[in-house]
């Protein structure tokens, strides 16, 4: 691991000089698995596990993302302070790089390729050089920060503080915070419009979901769920932004919302305690993660059915697709 470690830096320089066609990217589906500390490999034709890599550089793996041209994948690993390195086409592990202290959740900015995780145990936003593999300082936010975002340009940076119930609007590239916008109890994930304009927010114990308009710092709409046992966690639009998909954690469904009134209008049934949420590119699918269930359903987002549930490993936390580029799309947050 050490050698890994050391000759990281040369390894992540010469794979960035070699670029990847949209159509050469594999279109596999990537599982963190959190307590079994590994990551199971999909094929998106079969729907068949293809691998399962033992080794992804540390432990407790939990929030996924790819490099800005696709040839690598990064992973948070909480316990180990680290991010660890895949290579997608050939599923094993290429090294790793410091994380900060104890990593959960990320981007990748689309101008620089740069990580920012969330670093639960300092309460900072952690901006990583992948490249060079190391840290490049620390932004002071919220306690307990998880859930980040970029907006499609890359100039607004937003992060979520758990524990001070709070959205923190982080410009780039001169890092400066300039709001910090309270929300319900336990703010969880994000995602960006594709104009950059609006933010969906989910709050875990407040049962909420909020839009936050980024001009005006402004929560402009906002739903509570009605169901006893929702807990949302991630939440995804669809392709043209008309739908919202809310995981509704220990509810074990995934509520389907309108994306202008937040009305919701419908309730999908999947596995037990839903948490991480990807869409392939077109965003005709949604994979869920179940992390009670150790197993992820395969939404259709139009007929919004479940098609395919998979095993996985030990409480699945993370999905992803690998079938973009950042450098010419953000993925579908």
Request: with cysteine; net charge negative; hydrophobic share 40%.
């Amino acid at each position: 691991m050490r050698i890994k470690h050391w000759c990281l830096a040369l390894g992540l320089y010469l794979g960035a000089m070699v670029p990847v066609a949209a159509e050469e990217l594999t279109g596999r589906l990537f599982v963190s698995n959190e307590w079994e500390h590994s990551i199971t490999v999909i094929d998106p034709e079969t729907w068949e596990v293809i691998k399962v890599i033992e080794d992804v550089g540390g432990q407790r793996p939990r929030d996924m993302g790819f490099s800005r041209d696709g040839t690598k994948l990064y992973v948070a690993l909480g316990i180990s302070d680290l991010i660890g390195v895949i290579d997608p086409y050939e599923m094993e592990l290429i090294g790793t790089i410091p994380g900060g202290e104890d990593p959960e959740a990320f981007t990748v900015h689309p101008e620089t390729g740069h990580i920012y995780v969330s670093n639960e145990a300092t309460a900072q936003l952690m901006q990583i050089d992948p490249e060079a593999g190391e840290l490049k300082g620390g932004i002071d936010v919220g306690l307990e920060p998880e859930g980040v975002v970029s907006t499609p340009d890359g100039s607004i940076i937003a992060v979520v503080s758990e524990s001070s119930h709070m959205v923190h609007l982080i410009t780039w590239p001169d890092h400066e915070v300039v709001a910090n916008i309270l929300v319900g109890t336990r703010p969880r994930e994000l995602t960006v419009t594709a104009d950059g304009k609006y933010l969906y927010v989910t709050s875990e114990v407040a049962g909420e979901i909020n839009i936050i308009d980024l001009e005006s710092h402004e929560i402009v709409q906002n739903h509570r769920f009605g169901q006893r046992r929702a807990r949302p966690k991630d939440v995804r639009l669809n392709a043209d932004e008309s739908l919202v998909f809310v995981s509704l954690g220990r509810d074990n469904t995934v509520a389907v919302l309108d994306a202008e009134t937040l009305e919701e209008v419908d309730l999908i049934d999947v596995g037990d305690r839903p948490w991480g949420l990807a869409m392939n590119r077109d965003r005709s699918l949604l994979a869920v993660a179940n992390g009670e269930s150790d197993d992820i359903s395969i939404i259709d987002t139009k007929s919004r059915e479940v098609i395919k549930d998979i095993p996985v490993g030990d409480s699945p936390w993370g999905v992803i697709f690998h079938d973009f580029i950042v450098e010419k799309e953000m993925a579908p947050r």
